[in-house]
């Protein structure tokens, strides 16, 4: 007797439900570029160490407190009061120094934070009274702060506030920063003649710090790049490796400054290389280099090469971060 098939199962399959379509890219504008740049500069303040702790006390005390102490045993080997009046005058310096030094971390720690912090725009709101109400108008630190996150609603108004720092009553060092400051927003506006009259000031020499001198000379390159000083910016740039792990919270920046200069002096090649790495990084970086005649919102056409323009268009274009149906307009 033949045993019977199995009866099949009443249940039924469930029918497959059909992948859920992905977001689309948000588009690329002028506005997310320099969002873009702005979330890369905020989070390299936050990366940054405590001002205070970057003192080192107990290092700053045997600094300071050996020479000191020098100087007092040889004064009190001396006969006569003059060695001793002089003792006391270095000491004093000295301490008043120390002060005015733990003063000025401890302002900018308070500075820091409220950066930091600020992530939305009511946040950056708060963070903006409480620079106004709770530091001078002449502390540059907190200017440099304020406009900060002005950059991030207006530009302009940002631009108007680093304005208010006299570059002849600070030091070299904060006077090159403001300057850098102001001409990078100029480049954001299309300013260029304003941002290289600007750089063309700076003295790079005068920054010690590898990661601070390459800030300004990716914005000074830019300025000579976009202002017709192309070889003089790759040269400058040249010398700054974008892949030095020093660099790493920067490199957009420095790759930037690298894709206008290389353009403006014909090389197409590295051009071409550098676009493909700020893609990589980020495909929002691609659209600071969009005219408003080709996109709603480009930036300003002034300093921008036609052709880094149209590598960055098609390289945008092909990561989805512009819509199909936005044709490429020809000018």
Not at 246 to 271: C, E, G, H, V
Request: glycine share 4%; charged share 30%.
């Amino acid at each position: 007797m033949k045993t019977s098939d199995k009866p099949k199962s009443n249940t039924q399959e469930k029918p497959k439900t059909a992948d859920k379509p992905k977001a689309a890219a948000k588009p690329a504008s002028a506005k997310d570029a320099r969002e873009a740049l702005i979330a890369s500069a905020r989070d390299k303040q936050a990366a940054q160490p405590d001002p205070l702790q970057m003192l080192e006390p107990k290092k700053l005390a045997v600094r300071i407190g050996i020479p000191l102490a020098i100087v007092w045993i040889i004064a009190l080997f001396i006969s006569g009061w003059i060695s001793k009046v002089v003792a006391l005058v270095v000491t004093i310096a000295v301490a008043g120094l120390v002060v005015w030094v733990v003063r000025y971390a401890k302002r900018s720690r308070a500075v820091a934070n409220l950066v930091r912090g600020a992530d939305t725009p009511e946040a950056r709101k708060e963070a903006i009274e409480k620079l106004e109400s709770e530091f001078g108008k002449d502390d540059p630190a907190a200017v440099f702060a304020r406009a900060q996150l002005e950059l991030q609603e207006d530009p302009k108004k940002a631009l108007a506030t680093l304005e208010s720092i006299k570059l002849d009553r600070v030091m070299p060092p904060v006077a090159d920063e403001a300057r850098a400051q102001r001409a990078m927003i100029h480049l954001v506006l299309g300013e260029t003649e304003a941002a290289k009259g600007l750089v063309d000031k700076i003295d790079l020499s005068r920054h010690k710090d590898a990661k601070s001198r390459a800030t300004i000379a990716a914005i000074v390159g830019e300025a000579w790049a976009r202002g017709g000083q192309a070889k003089k910016a790759v040269e400058l740039l040249d010398t700054l490796d974008p892949n030095d792990a020093t660099f790493a919270d920067i490199k957009p920046q420095l790759l930037r400054s690298r894709a206008f200069a290389y353009a403006w002096t014909n090389d197409t090649k590295r051009m071409k290389q550098i676009l493909r790495q700020l893609s990589a990084i980020n495909p929002q970086y691609l659209a600071s280099f969009i005219t408003k005649k080709k996109i709603p919102g480009g930036v300003s056409p002034k300093g921008v090469h036609p052709l880094l323009e149209k590598e960055a268009f098609e390289m945008i274009s092909k990561s989805g971060m512009i819509p199909r149906k936005m044709e490429y307009r020809r000018s």
